[in-house]
């Protein structure tokens, strides 16, 4: 079982408020990753980090910002929600094998905003 | 630009029956292809995948196979039972990047008691 930890798993907010999705793994892996589920079930690539200090920007333009200050911590923040926000986004995270790691996924933060 | 097509988005199958999943990617360069098996309320698992210099790949009742030719792999799953039932990703690696990929838009297994 993946050691890959999301929080909170539910969160109902207002606009404009600023939020943090938090996401911890105790694996050591160097790369982690943010993805964005929409209801129709597609990820799409938010962020992701191949190391401390390291972030980069996905595929999917976001509002959201993330850090890596810590290899076993990766969380994403957004300085003022919106409902077009409303979405699950999936913390992952892999080995450092080129093209050959599995992802290990949390268990999703799904947010709603009002 | 480049991507993954899946289908079906939903199928349904009695117990006891097979369910076949494909997918098309357009990377030359994808080398791996892994599946994703995704719950209710969880996040995705890997269940299976494959590399590209293997042609199928089975492991018990689910089974994989690749066409690099044709860019195609699809998803076999036989003897179905209900805790099958779940929506399940195909994704094809990217490049040289490394552990990035392209996700199919998933389809959604339901198996029928």
């Known amino acids: 079982e993946a050691d890959i930890y999301q929080t909170p798993r539910y969160l109902v907010i207002g606009t404009g408020k600023k939020i943090t999705l938090e996401c911890s793994q105790t694996m050591g892996h160097d790369k982690m990753y943010w993805y964005q589920q929409d209801p129709g079930m597609e990820l799409h690539l938010i962020h992701y980090s191949y190391g401390v200090n390291s972030t980069e920007k996905g595929d999917l333009s976001s509002e959201s910002t993330v850090s890596r200050i810590r290899t076993e911590h990766f969380p994403l923040t957004l300085e003022s929600a919106r409902p077009s926000h409303t979405s699950q986004y999936l913390c992952?995270?892999?080995?450092?094998?080129?093209?050959?790691?599995?992802?290990?996924f949390g268990e999703g933060s799904r947010l709603t905003v009002l | 630009g480049e991507n993954v097509e899946q289908h079906p988005s939903t199928l349904s199958v009695q117990e006891g029956d097979s369910a076949v999943i494909k997918c098309t990617y357009s990377?030359?360069?994808?080398?791996?292809f892994p599946w994703y098996k995704q719950e209710l309320g969880k996040g995705p698992q890997l269940i299976i995948d494959i590399r590209s210099n293997v042609g199928e790949k089975k492991d018990q009742r689910i089974a994989v196979t690749l066409n690099k030719t044709a860019k195609h792999f699809s998803l076999h799953i036989t003897e179905t039972q209900p805790e099958d039932s779940a929506v399940y990703f195909c994704a094809a690696s990217r490049g040289i990047t490394g552990n990035q990929f392209y996700f199919g838009t998933g389809t959604s297994l339901t198996v029928i008691p």
């Open positions: 990377d030359s360069a994808s080398n791996y």
């Open positions: 992952a995270s892999s080995e450092p094998r080129a093209n050959t790691g599995e992802l290990f």
